[in-house]
């Protein structure tokens, strides 16, 4: 199981946890405006790198609160978690 | 039993049944060792209060009800016979003695004077377990995550997490633990704790 530092509780148990999936997809400007392959690429169509992948939690069982966090898909270590609304950090 | 719904409608305060009543006489079994004390806090008001920390109303409904909003994660602040207990950066749950919910929400709306804030009564929504005793953290260690040493955890330490795979918010105090469990919770985690005593308790 792993152990996900929420930024507001600490580290808890992954079971606490929701996945959101990928962080920062920002919602198009002018939705009406897109095609119906931009629409579907918006919804639908997420990156899938094998390393670092910022994503969204929410401590569901805690706090209730969504951030995110910068995890390694390969080895599943979590390299950093922020708040909604904070940047991305950059990690070495 | 023989009560008909209308009637429990109609007269909540009257033959009102707590959700953990029917296991009075097993936690008192289970408490006669004195290594472990479990029993139930009916009834407790409880007003979950939702408000914008840095908004003056934050302040002036810390003043109201006598308690600043503790503003550290995980923490409690108590002052007379209130308690408020942190539960999100922007969420309290104000706990105080049975019936005086009606009155702290009303204080608390006076005090909010038309500020974004939401108050509302949820105290049916739990009832409270009592875990205390010197066992008391060696039973909940059964079903619980998190690190509950006094240096973890200790007197004025909150968190909302799992028991058991129940969700509860679990309260550390002087003389033990409080479990703030949902109604409909309430007897899965009696059971649940009476099982998870059986070794602690003189006699088996
Ligand atoms: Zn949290």
Not at chain 1, 63 to 76: I, K, L, Q
Not at chain 2, 27 to 39: C, I, K, P, Q, T
Request: with cysteine; charged share 25%; net charge negative.
């Amino acid at each position: 199981m792993l152990l996900i530092p929420c930024p507001w509780c600490g580290p808890r148990d992954e079971a606490e946890f929701h996945y959101g999936g990928q962080a920062h997809v920002a919602y198009p400007e002018d939705p009406a405006a897109l095609s119906d392959e931009e629409w579907a690429r918006y919804l639908f169509f997420r990156d899938n790198p094998k390393g670092l992948f910022a994503e969204r939690w929410s401590h569901t069982a805690g706090c209730r609160r969504w951030f995110n966090a910068v995890r390694d898909t390969a080895t599943n270590e979590i390299h950093a978690v922020y708040r909604t609304g904070e940047p991305r950090p950059v990690i070495a | 039993m023989a009560d008909s719904v209308a009637d429990s409608v109609a007269e909540p305060a009257v033959g009102r049944r707590s959700p953990a009543a029917a296991f009075a006489a097993r936690f008192e079994a289970a408490s006669a060792g004195g290594s472990l004390r479990l029993a139930e806090i009916p009834f407790l008001a409880q007003i979950n209060l939702r408000v914008d920390p840095k908004s003056p109303a934050a302040e002036r409904i810390g003043t109201a009800i006598g308690v600043p909003l503790p503003v550290e994660p995980g923490t409690t602040a108590g002052g007379g016979d209130l308690e408020v207990l942190w539960l999100g950066p922007d969420e309290w749950l104000v706990v105080g003695p049975d019936g005086a919910a009606r009155d702290l929400v009303e204080r608390i709306e006076e005090a909010a004077a038309g500020e974004h804030v939401s108050v509302v009564d949820v105290s049916a929504q739990r009832t409270t377990l009592v875990v205390g005793g010197e066992r008391a953290r060696d039973v909940l260690a059964h079903g619980c995550a998190l690190d509950l040493h006094p240096r973890a955890f200790g007197p004025g330490r909150c968190a909302q997490t799992m028991l058991a795979r129940a969700a509860v918010v679990l309260v550390a105090g002087e003389d033990g633990f409080r479990l703030l469990v949902r109604s409909s919770f309430a007897a899965y985690v009696a059971e649940w704790l009476l099982d998870a005593s059986v070794e602690y308790v003189a006699g088996g």
